[in-house]
């Protein structure tokens, strides 16, 4: 997860070159989920590993078993895209009426079910089959906030006398937000101290406590 100088997310467009073996896709779903999980949308994680699966699987069956191609994450918009490049143009991609029992043929129909829309763009000497998947971002650099970010941004407020609402949203504001969470922190730290705790134990707790609910969102 990385913020902008507006104090918004940056999400830059990102790709990752591999060969089409079946043995690649769980440490690509991986890579997927953790960067998504940077983003702040492990919320649409679980449909983005899908098609992950799904695509991989369909290059390898329709252009080869150990053919070099390219994942492809970027935003579209408020949409998060998913694709895979290949050097074949001419195994496109179709959905198949397969039966609940068929092995094959069913790859195309999971990504379309579990996207809001798909499709392919030709090249001169590659294809790109790509998904966009919806996600509860309002803006393309917004982020999803839970009860805690909301809580945290009310003692914000607070605690600066409302010197970072002045700021709006620019550069300022970011910095006014940054500075007000820092001395916050120190503030209960001395806290902690006046009254008989351990602010290196609290701190460790706090930390603890952060990425264990890290680990149950992603």
Not at 11 to 18: C, D, T
Not at 42 to 70: F, K, M, Q
Request: with cysteine; proline share 4%; glycine share 10%.
């Amino acid at each position: 997860m990385v913020n902008g100088i507006d104090g918004c997310m940056t999400r830059k467009p990102w790709e990752l070159p591999f060969l089409a073996e079946p043995e690649e896709v769980a440490g690509l779903r991986r890579v997927v989920r953790l960067h998504l999980r940077l983003w702040g949308l492990s919320d649409v994680s679980e449909a983005a590993e899908i098609c992950v699966s799904e695509l991989v699987a369909n290059a390898i069956r329709h252009v080869g078993e150990g053919t070099p191609c390219t994942l492809v994450v970027e935003m579209r918009d408020t949409r998060l895209r998913i694709g895979l490049r290949d050097p074949d143009t001419r195994a496109l991609p179709t959905i198949l009426s397969a039966g609940p029992d068929a092995e094959a043929g069913r790859g195309m129909a999971l990504v379309d079910a579990v996207s809001e829309r798909w499709g392919v763009i030709l090249g001169a000497a590659s294809k790109l089959v790509w998904c966009d998947l919806v996600t509860q971002l309002s803006s393309p650099s917004g982020h999803i906030d839970d009860l805690r970010v909301v809580k945290g941004e009310a003692c914000l407020t607070l605690y600066s006398g409302g010197m970072a609402s002045a700021h709006g949203k620019g550069r300022g504001h970011a910095v006014v937000q940054q500075e007000a969470a820092i001395y916050l922190i120190a503030d209960l730290l001395h806290w902690l101290r006046a009254h008989g705790y351990d602010p290196d134990e609290a701190l460790d707790r706090a930390q603890t406590h952060f990425e264990a609910e890290l680990s149950q969102a992603g």
